[in-house]
């Protein structure tokens, strides 16, 4: 029995393992997509499912069938251009799919806002803007190129339009085969005349130039101007501002384009024989006392000066006769060509760094050419007067010229203080006197008091050595008047006193020794030794 228990026990059967569950599907999600933009991702999920219904582990491998349209990577997906493709996940040759639509908006239309425009001066410039649309309707982001039909006329950068020339151009601006345009016109319009030169000085045939200019200061080429001669009894003009000069006079030219106009001043010189003939050329005139003063430039420019002569010819009165004649003109002139005109007939020459004169004689002494450009004309006006007074008092005083040249200077460098006028050397007179003592050309004093008018003079072109005489008859001047203060006052006395035709220098030359008692050499060294003293 116990060896039938044996047998039946080994008869017992086994049951086999299960096999291992397979790999029944590959699931994607989201199983469709849509990417719109150029490089926008999206992430797929690959989920493995097994024949035993389980979730598997098991990793997968992603490809695209058209990478050109988009790509993956550990199932994000990227979009490279417009299309669809399908993206594949595989688990042991199991697979899933999504389908990737790639739809990129397009560039639909540009459109360029103003879409025309006008500019009116050549470098005037304008800003168009651009507006991108896209296929979906958006508005897009692009930058446009921009470019012009005929940069001659109107150039472009980034929208801005610059105005080069009258004509028309068309703006483009571009996005890819896409673009919109605008139509720009070029086309100045006068903002204002140009006439030069504006005030001129004339002695025959001359040519004004005139243009038409836009607002930004460009010459309008086709712009018609008309030109008319304000006064053409002096000056004519033609219809291409070439002037003609009629007569001796202040003349105005006037030129016009449209509603604009310029005009220029024409001073002519025509015909002149005498000092009296440039008198048209002086329109203001103000009266101080006898004395006129006449202005090439304002009416204010003449009446400031007429108060300057007014004081100054007061105090000559006082101190020298006043027999002569009792009226004094000065012509004040800014122009260096009335200077040279005068010349001809009354010595008027201007003299180079120097705000001095040569006096016209003409007639009886009583006209003076006067630079006017001097904001203080004190200077020359004593000058001036103080000759008329001495010429007057002294019909012989050409003979002994040291004394009107130092003694006018000398009271001109000097001050009106009250009713008196302090004399003094001028600045110019000391740097004078300082070149020519170390230059060594200064002229023995007995040589200078002696010296007649014809040498005195000599070489006045030149500011060495007459500037240097000059100078050093100021200088005497000075030091008579500092050392011995009761000489010039004497002197003046005696010429009042003296019929002017007997007046001589050597009664000058005595009343200075007698009242110094020193002869003229020794005054020479004295004189020189306090001149060296003084600084400009």
């Known amino acids: 029995m116990l060896g039938a228990l044996a047998c039946s026990g080994g008869d017992k059967a086994t049951t086999p393992d299960p096999p291992p569950p397979t790999i029944q599907s590959v699931v994607v999600t989201p199983s469709t997509a849509t990417l719109t933009a150029v490089g926008e991702t999206t992430t797929l999920a690959a989920q493995v499912r097994l024949s035993n219904g389980a979730v598997g582990t098991q990793s997968v491998t992603w490809s695209s069938a ?92 980034g929208g801005t339009v610059t105005a080069i020339a009258n004509g028309t151009a068309t703006i483009t601006a571009a996005v890819g085969a896409v673009s919109g345009t605008a139509t720009i016109t070029v086309s100045q319009v006068v903002a204002s005349v140009r006439l030069l030169p504006t005030d001129t000085l004339i002695r025959g045939a001359a040519q004004l130039r005139g243009a038409a200019l836009d607002a930004r200061g460009n010459v309008v080429t086709n712009a018609a101007l008309q030109w008319t001669a304000v006064t053409p009894n002096i000056t004519a003009v033609n219809s291409s501002g070439a002037l003609t000069p009629a007569s001796t006079g202040v003349a105005r030219v006037r030129v016009s384009a449209g509603n604009f106009s310029a005009t220029s001043i024409v001073r002519t010189i025509w015909n002149v024989t005498q000092l009296t003939d440039l008198v048209p050329l002086f329109e203001y005139s103000a009266a101080a006392g006898q004395r006129r003063a006449f202005s090439d430039v304002s009416q204010s420019h003449a009446d400031a000066r007429a108060s300057v002569m007014q004081p100054v010819w007061s ?19 800014t122009w260096t060509e009335i200077w040279l005109e005068a010349s001809r007939f009354c010595g008027g020459v201007l003299i180079p760094n120097s705000d001095i004169y040569q006096a016209c004689t003409t007639p009886n002494w009583t006209h003076w050419l006067v630079p006017g450009t001097s904001p203080n004309d004190f200077v020359l006006i004593t000058r001036f007067l103080s000759r008329q007074f001495l010429l007057n008092s002294m019909t012989t005083v050409s003979a002994f010229p040291w004394f009107l040249a130092g003694y006018s200077q000398w009271l001109s460098g000097g001050t009106l203080q009250g009713s008196n006028i302090v004399g003094a050397p001028s600045r110019t007179a000391i740097v004078d006197f300082r070149n020519g003592d170390s230059l060594s050309v200064l002229a023995p004093l007995d040589t200078l008091v002696n010296m007649p008018n014809a040498r005195f003079f000599v070489g006045i072109e030149l500011r060495t050595p007459v500037a240097v005489r000059q100078a050093q008859a100021v200088m005497f001047v000075e030091y008579l008047n500092h050392q011995y203060p009761a000489i010039l006052p004497a002197i003046l006395a005696r010429i009042r006193a003296t019929p002017g035709t007997a007046f001589t220098n050597a009664m000058l030359l005595q009343e200075i020794t007698t009242r110094t008692g020193l002869t003229i050499a020794q005054l020479d060294a004295l004189y020189l030794a306090y001149a060296r003293t003084l600084r400009p």
């Open 66 to 157: 058209n990478t050109a349209v988009a790509t993956v990577s550990a199932g994000t997906v990227t979009a490279v251009s417009s299309g669809q493709t399908t993206i594949t996940a595989s688990a042991d040759g199991v697979t899933g799919q999504a389908a990737i639509t790639v739809a990129i908006p397009t560039v639909q239309t540009v459109s360029v806002s103003p879409s025309t425009a006008t500019l009116e001066s050549l470098g005037a410039t304008t800003v168009l803007t651009a507006e991108v649309r896209m296929s979906n309707g958006a508005l897009g982001t692009q930058t446009p190129t921009w470019s012009s039909s005929n940069p001659a006329i109107a150039t472009v950068n």
């Open 315 to 333: 105090y000559l009165t006082t101190i020298l006769p006043s027999g002569g004649s009792p009226v004094t003109e000065m012509y004040f002139t």
